[in-house]
Nanobody
Framework: QVQLVESGGGLVQAGGSLRLSCEAS????????MGWFRQAPGKEREFVAG????????RYADSVKGRFTISRDNAKNTVYLQMDSLKPEDTAVYHC???????????????????WGQGTQVTVSS
């Protein structure tokens, strides 16, 4: 059983930056493909970014491409999401998730992820 704990959320003005972290425990972190998702009030959970187990391949939602960067440090059991040029529409609760399937394809489907963190709130003011 993997436990995931996010941190780094907060209130920021439009155009600003935040760096989210997600620390994993209870499993072998390098065995899991990792993803970031977000959920705004009244909306479905949506894929933001994903990274393969070794960090060699990345995938981004079109809405964040060029502004967000996902990375991981397997020695620290941590995945990061650097968010730059933030917009009010980026306001949401951000969750990290772990996919244990062993696929080489980064999934954007929440149902393909096995473990989830509680989330961290990101609020971008205009």
């Amino acid at each position: 059983q993997v436990q995931l704990v996010e941190s780094g959320g907060g209130l920021v003005q439009a155009g600003g930056s935040l760096r989210l972290s997600c620390e994993a425990s209870g499993g072998t972190f390098s065995n899991y493909m990792m993803g970031w998702f977000r959920q705004a009030p009244g909306k479905e959970r949506e894929f933001v970014a994903g990274i393969t187990r070794g960090g060699g391949r990345l995938r981004y939602a079109d809405s964040v491409k060029g502004r967000f960067t996902i990375s991981r440090d397997n020695a620290k059991n941590t995945v990061y999401l650097q968010m730059d040029s933030l917009k009010p529409e980026d306001t949401a609760v951000y969750h990290c998730a772990a996919d244990r399937r062993g696929s080489l394809v980064i999934s954007s489907t929440p149902g393909n992820y096995d473990y989830w963190g509680q989330g961290t709130q990101v609020t971008v003011s205009s």
